[in-house]
């Protein structure tokens, strides 16, 4: 499917339990807004059966060992996706860069500070990112609440120290 020797697709949404789910799914312009629980006024979408699975039955111990970062745009399911992911939160693992957007967490039954909270109890940090043409990446600290952000992805850390290290700018 991929170049990617280090990739491997699992064919399933990421959720809070393994089994089936509904997942609207949308095509053209509007496929990034397929979801469990999608916009109300998307024409045109189809209501699919699909297999679900959490991050820690979709991981092997060998690849949660060597990840370092997981990116999350679930459209609002990014808590669901959590809280399937206890194993990989509470051992020494990875940063993640999470799309964080009110009415996309609403819309699946959560908050901003329910997801922010998730990451708290495990430890991390959050930071707002920037990156600008001919720039490195800089991360400025963010608001515990995560409410009221200017920008959609949010970085989360357990190691800031680690981060700077690895030649990201940050600001305090």
């Known amino acids: ?26 095509g053209g312009d509007a496929a990034a807004l397929s979801s469990f629980a999608p916009p109300e006024k998307l024409p045109d979408g189809c209501i699919r059966q699909v297999p679900t699975v959490t991050l820690d039955v979709a991981l092997t111990g060998k690849e949660r060992a060597r990840l370092k970062l997981v990116k999350f745009d679930l459209e609002g399911a990014e808590v669901r996706a959590l809280q399937g992911a206890g194993m990989l939160l509470r051992e020494p693992g990875p940063d993640f860069l999470v799309e964080v957007s009110e009415d996309n967490l609403a819309r699946q039954g959560a908050t901003v500070e329910q997801l922010a909270a998730v990451f708290r109890g495990a430890g991390y940090q959050p930071f707002l990112t920037d990156l600008q043409a001919g720039e490195r990446l800089t991360l400025y600290p963010a608001p515990n609440g995560l409410r009221g952000i ?7 850390t357990r190691d800031i120290g680690c981060v700077a290290r690895s030649g990201i700018a940050v600001c305090a």
């Open 1 to 26: 499917m991929n170049a990617f020797d280090w990739v491997r697709v699992v064919p399933a949404a990421l959720a809070e339990k393994n089994g089936l789910g509904e997942f609207a799914v949308y």
């Open 150 to 156: 200017d920008r959609p992805n949010v970085f989360m």
